[in-house]
């Protein structure tokens, strides 16, 4: 459903979830914001990429194996990776999880009350459940995957909020 969109609607709710992610009041606390590379299917952070690196610290995932690290966003630094998702080389700042004041997660769906449905692999359920994550963790997705019933697993790490545009 989410490739069905136009590339007109994709831009539209990517910037309505920008919009409502920089009104929280989160994000005018963040001095350090973790936000994913989007995929074609996913809302498109490239304007917010570039728009918010002058206001805050920004980190990206990283994948290494089966682990996920954020390290500082640097877009000269960035190249494909994982999955071909943009991310930075083995060169960038990692930033110690503790360092994170804010970050945006992808998803499959979303609850309202926060359970999320990831891509099967658990990166940010694992990057989440590590001890000295603080950050307040924030899903985002279209409108359409928001839906009463998401399947939820012991180890699934629930959102502090989500939103969908």
Aim: proline share 8%; charged share 30%; aromatic share 6%.
């Amino acid at each position: 459903m989410n490739r069905a969109l136009t590339p007109a609607e994709r831009s539209a709710a990517s910037e309505r979830i920008a919009a409502a992610a920089e009104r929280l009041p989160a994000f005018g606390r963040a001095r350090t914001v973790a936000l994913f590379c989007s995929l074609a299917d996913e809302p498109d952070t490239g304007a917010v990429l570039r728009r918010w690196s002058d206001a805050k610290r920004l980190a990206v995932p990283r994948v290494e194996g089966e682990t996920m690290r954020f390290c500082r966003y640097d877009p000269a630094a960035m190249r494909p990776g994982a999955f071909g998702i943009e991310e930075p080389g083995p060169e960038a700042e990692t930033c110690d999880p503790a360092e994170i004041d804010l970050v945006l997660v992808p998803g499959v769906a979303f609850s309202p009350d926060g359970r999320r449905l990831g891509r099967g692999r658990g990166y940010y359920d694992r990057y989440l459940a590590q001890a000295g994550v603080r950050a307040v963790k924030i899903g985002v997705c279209f409108a359409h995957q928001l839906t009463e019933e998401v399947p939820a697993e012991p180890h699934d790490v629930r959102m502090d909020g989500v939103i969908a545009g």
